[in-house]
């Protein structure tokens, strides 16, 4: 189970009230790793709750580690400025949507925001691991490179939970 295979333990989930709604990126889903929290909101689907919990765990995952997503992600997924994107969807409606201004990266078939927790690279970075995190839990199969990484991080999360040898 997930809890375990990466010692996600003690999060707690909660519904978005209004207050948080405002602040909830189109009404899917925010996590608040300082104080364990995810909110969620009205347009979560199964992929926003894997997304919010990876960024739970990118507050755990070592340095050496941040910098290997960093350069294996962009190494193998296209990123893109939204200029770039002619026919985003939304992806809860399907809808013809227009993106925020803004650098994306594209995993599977979704376009994945990398500037909507800060601009700078580490924010980018936390961007990358909890879309590949949601990408990996909803089906999608990457290349060894990338599967590879992800089983080291839940290994590496493994290693540091209290009560490890
Ligand atoms: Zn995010």
Redesign the pocket.
Known sequence: MITERYHATGVIWRRAGAAILSKV?GGRGVAYPKVGTIFIGPNADLSTYY?ELG?ILYERIPEILRRRIASEARAVFPIVSNTEIKCALDANSHQPVELPVGSYILIGDRYCGLD??GDDVESQTN?IW?SLFAAHHTGLVFPESIASLIRDVATKLRDLSPGSA
């Open positions: 990126d997304h960024h909507h927790s961007e909890a």
